[in-house]
């Protein structure tokens, strides 16, 4: 596509629950990248694919949220018991390998734990 | 820990003039930094970004500024024109990190008045 897809746009879950959240990259982009926005904060780094392997999970707040990319294209973002704390703007964005200037980011899944 | 800091929350300008958007930052391993745009309900946009071995990088309106013994970059935006009121996040890279992840700061709001 001509750019970079996330759905759904909005999310409400309750406490406890499970969501999937996706992002469908610009055709091509071997790289993938998810951020957490939280009202009146930037982006907030969570992992980064290289292909089809995490090359970098670091920003994974604990072992409630956990990220794919098994075909190196569209990634789902997977956030297990929900909590309240979970609620934010959660932004992908790709690039090309090697692509230096910035990222192209989607317009985000806005999540809010109730 | 805020590595990024974006002091001023908002700026108000008036069309024509130039807006000024400083950020500062902590982390001597930087070397790389962007600026970002944002609008409402969509991801961030590139605008333009500074390596650290220049001092200076101009792209049309825009140009950013980096002071390395001072650790702070700004953006300058001439002439101003109401269409730059936006959410302005400036971010950065550490070298001998993976090439994926950015820390962002907190955000400038820009307005810019006809």
């Known amino acids: 596509g001509a750019g970079v897809s996330q759905t759904p746009s909005n999310k409400v879950t309750e406490k406890g629950k499970y969501v999937e959240l996706r992002c469908d990259p610009i055709?091509?982009?071997?790289?993938l990248y998810w951020y957490r926005q939280s009202l009146g904060q930037g982006p907030e780094f969570l992992i980064y694919f290289q292909g089809t392997g995490a090359a970098d999970d670091s920003g994974l707040p604990n072992d409630r949220f956990f990220a794919v990319r098994p075909e190196g294209s569209v990634s789902t973002l997977k956030i297990q018991r929900t909590e309240r704390g979970d609620s934010a703007v959660y932004l992908c964005a790709s690039s090309s390998l090697g692509g230096s200037d910035g990222y192209t980011f989607g317009s985000g899944t806005r999540l809010t734990v109730v | 820990d805020q590595q990024v800091k974006q002091n001023s929350p908002s700026l108000s300008v008036q069309e024509g003039r130039i807006s000024i958007l400083n950020c500062d930052y902590t982390n001597s391993m930087f070397d790389y930094f962007l600026w970002y745009k944002k609008y409402p309900a969509e991801g961030p946009t590139f605008l333009i970004s500074?390596?650290?071995?220049?001092d200076k990088n101009e792209d049309g309106r825009f140009t950013v500024f980096l002071n390395k013994s001072a650790k702070h970059l700004s953006l300058h935006i001439v002439p101003s024109q109401p269409g730059d009121s936006a959410v302005y996040f400036c971010?950065?890279?550490?070298?001998?990190?993976?090439?994926?992840?950015?820390?962002f700061g907190q955000g400038t709001i820009l307005t810019v008045h006809p």
């Open positions: 500074i390596s650290s071995i220049k």
């Open positions: 971010a950065a890279r550490a070298s001998g990190t993976s090439y994926g992840k950015l820390t």
């Open positions: 055709s091509g982009h071997t790289a």
